[in-house]
């Protein structure tokens, strides 16, 4: 069974500092690209951050490139999200996603996981 | 990044059929995939690619494209299908599915 476990969120400081976990199990983590999506209270889904298989190929929304920094570890099936620089509106659960492709074009999110909520305020 | 718009919110009377549409440049290039999402829960897959439904998922989901437009149909929707349902896409580099629509709140009357 496949499951993404999501650890390490909680309130911060605005200006601080935080990192996210993602434990992968019930299939070979190192053959998928991982990604991260956040949830503000209330509103839609955003998408953060990509990671490929192998970790050499990354992107990021503009709106953390250069604050957050995603990661992986294969051998520890874990993914990573360090968040510097944290702002109000970095509210929100945090998901890790991992991607399938199903053909030429066709790619989507086929495992969630619950979230980690992370709350910045002083 | 490019944009995906969806109507915020749809209502269909319990039995009926409703369409959840998403409209995009991307669209045009790329496939959407949908999300169903209830309260307090993550979101789940229920379409992608051309029109594939994930194993467990009702058979009264469908999905189509054309042009700049997908749409998600449930055929005889259920009280349980009342929810936020997202679309996603690769977003205009096609490098990675970067971009959601707003999202769809839907309400079975």
């Known amino acids: 069974e496949v499951q993404l476990v999501e650890s390490g969120g909680g309130l911060v400081q605005p200006g601080g500092s935080l990192r996210l976990s993602c434990a992968a199990s019930?299939?070979?983590?190192?053959?998928?690209?991982m990604n991260w999506v956040r949830q503000a209270p209330g509103k839609g889904l955003e998408w953060v951050s990509y990671?490929?298989?192998?970790?050499?190929?990354?992107y990021y929304a503009d709106s953390v490139k250069g604050r957050f920094t995603i990661s992986r570890d294969n051998a520890k099936n874990s993914l990573y999200l360090q968040m510097n620089s944290l702002r109000a509106e970095d509210t929100a659960v945090y998901y890790c996603?991992?991607?399938?492709?199903?053909?030429?074009?066709?790619?989507?999110?086929?495992?969630w996981g619950q979230g980690t909520l992370v709350t910045v305020s002083s | 990044s490019s944009e995906l718009t969806q109507d915020p919110a749809v209502s269909v009377a319990l039995g009926q059929t409703v369409r959840i549409t998403c409209q995009g440049d991307?669209?045009?290039?790329?496939?959407a995939s949908w999300y169903q999402q209830k309260p307090g829960q993550a979101p789940v897959l229920v379409i992608y690619?051309?029109?594939n439904r994930p194993s467990g998922i009702p058979d009264r989901f469908s999905g189509s494209s054309s042009g700049n437009t997908a749409s998600l149909t449930i055929t005889g929707a259920q009280a349980e299908d009342e929810a936020d349902y997202y679309c996603?896409?690769?977003?205009?580099?096609?490098?990675?599915?970067?971009?959601f629509g707003g999202g769809t709140k839907l309400t079975v009357l």
């Open positions: 996603a991992r991607v399938s492709r199903d053909g030429y074009k066709i790619d989507y999110f086929d495992y």
């Open positions: 019930g299939f070979t983590f190192s053959s998928y690209e």
């Open positions: 990671i490929s298989s192998s970790g050499s190929t990354i």
């Open positions: 991307s669209l045009r290039s790329y496939y």
């Open positions: 690619g051309k029109n």
């Open positions: 996603n896409s690769r977003d205009s580099s096609g490098n990675h599915l970067g971009v």
